[in-house]
């Protein structure tokens, strides 16, 4: 697969009635080309906006099917929708599994 043709399978997916705009895009760092999947949304804590940005790489173009695509960006819309539930998550008031907490070996 080219990069030309990966943008156009990532031109193709979409999130329909998401609870924020979901923008997902392709991205380079590092020399590896990946996808990006980003959204604004309040802070839970302060209501300050912020990006939430879930970033994952891909394997070499050559590699990789359309199909790949479709399920990595999956994954990474999933595992950042599961964060931001996760931190609306709470017990008797208080929150129960604190990712942030979680991404920095805490838990």
Known sequence: MSYDEFCAVLA????KNPPFPVEIEPRLRFQRLGVA???RAPDRDTG???VVTEEHNLPPLE??????VFA???HA????F??????????????TYD???AEAGLR
Do not use: A, N, Q
Not at 12 to 15: S, Y
């Open 82 to 95: 599961i964060h931001e539930c996760d931190e609306c998550f709470h017990v008797d008031g208080v929150r």
């Open 77 to 80: 819309v999933v595992k950042s």
């Open 37 to 39: 999947v980003r959204w």
């Open 99 to 101: 990712p942030h907490r």
């Open 12 to 15: 193709r997916i979409t999130m």
């Open 63 to 68: 590699d990789i099917k359309e199909v790949d």
């Open 72 to 74: 990595l960006v999956h």
């Open 48 to 50: 300050k906006m912020v």
